[in-house]
């Protein structure tokens, strides 16, 4: 952990650079990829599998019976839990539903806005070190709240060629129509280009590691939008003296075992409540099963005391986290002073953890700063908004003049001779 005490502001543009690879070597290696799956298809995929994950696939997509076995090998118990979390986030994305309404700009002329569902989506699930079944909820359920046609799901496969039965269940309940058994950047250029088996989609969401991160950004050569840039997974904390440590370590261990190159960041004002959270972070990373990932993020991450909490939301609307919780007392003052942040969880006991599953808001977020000009996934991510305009004969009178004024002084006759051909028109009748 690298701790920091009071740091000048002359070295925050350091303490909020997130680990990268190399972008030449990215941008090689994607390029590559690409190139494969749109010249090879399927059999891309498959060699990939085999390379990547060290899985035996020879149909790519999950049939109907894989789908309706995973049913009966999870848990009852997990099925409930599922469904409650189903419910809460429908419950909030449902809600970003909202009515046409037709605004009369001037006299005759109307003017309105409707959504039209995204056709076809892909949505990629990580499924290496953690099979995350929950991000198809996140993603699957505003897709169908939408009404888009085609929810296409691409997710790597296990050694022996399978997928998580939680990720088979989950797509189902959800509305998933075709699911696929391929990951990382080689299922992003599968659905921008589409193979015998993957259809072509229009946009891709989900988030992933750098590789995928770099084949998103990608596939936007090609014609196909996508969500935003979800990278590896980060946590800031903002602890004053009523913060409780072992929550907080509780918090920043949530992120770092999502990989190696997850990253979180720790900024107290109050030093007894920083020393206690360090050798609390200590303490509870020895028990975790997955450790070794947390202990290689943990050499990321920045654990820094500052004097005051409005110098602690500086530094936080600088680095622009993923997730931000304020372990405040008076956390309701100083929700105005948050600019940049993906999702935001307030008090003691919002631990990330029910953003990341069933509270409802969606947890897939901008990461790597770019919360600074990106929103977290929404229902709004799978519409087109279409806006509409009706002119009576009236409306184009009261609003034709000033039209043709500026269309000439643009220098566009012909613009400006829609507007006076139909007048001239309206003249003659009269």
Known sequence: MKINKYPDKNTWSELI?????????????????????????????IDFNKKFDNAEVKNIQVSEEEIENAESIISDELKLAI?????????????????????????????????????????????????????????????????????????????NG????AILYTAKLCGVTKIFKTGGAQAIAAMTF?????????????????????AKEYCQKFG?????????????????????????AADLLSQTEHGSDSQVIFIS??????????????????????????????????????STIDEALEFSNLYAPEHLI??????????????????????NYSCESAGDYASGTN??????????NYSGVSLDSFVKKITFQNLSEEGLQNLGETIEIMAEAEGLFAHKNAVTIRLNKENERI
């Open 83 to 159: 469904q409650q979390a189903k419910d809460n986030i429908t419950k909030f994305h449902a809600s970003q539903i909202v009515e046409i309404e037709k605004i009369e700009t001037t006299k005759g002329v109307v003017c309105w806005r409707e959504n039209r569902a995204i056709e076809k989506v892909g949505i990629y699930i990580p499924g290496g070190t953690a099979p995350l079944f929950s991000t198809v909820l996140m993603l699957a359920i505003p897709a169908q709240l939408a009404g888009c046609k085609e929810i296409i799901l691409c997710t790597p496969p296990d050694k």
């Open 194 to 214: 589409g193979t015998e088996s993957i259809p072509k989609v229009y946009k891709i969401f989900g988030p992933g590691n750098q590789y995928v991160v770099a």
């Open 326 to 347: 304020l372990a405040l007392e008076d956390f309701e003052k100083y929700i105005p002073k948050i600019q940049n942040a993906g999702s935001v969880f307030l008090g």
């Open 269 to 306: 004002t109050n030093e007894k409540i920083f020393n206690q959270t360090i050798k609390e972070t200590e303490n509870q990373l020895k028990e975790l099963p997955r450790n070794e990932l947390a202990k290689e993020s943990l050499k990321n991450s920045h654990f820094i005391l500052l």
């Open 162 to 165: 399978n997928i998580n039965p």
């Open 224 to 248: 196909v939008a996508i969500d935003m840039p979800a990278g590896p997974s980060e946590v800031l904390v903002i602890a004053d003296e009523n913060a409780i440590p072992e929550f907080c």
């Open 17 to 45: 650079k997130r680990p990268v690879l190399k972008r030449e070597k990215l941008t090689e290696i994607i390029f590559d990829i690409f190139k494969n799956v749109e010249e090879n298809g399927d059999q891309a995929l």
């Open 363 to 372: 947890h897939t977020l901008p990461t790597n700063g770019f919360a600074k």
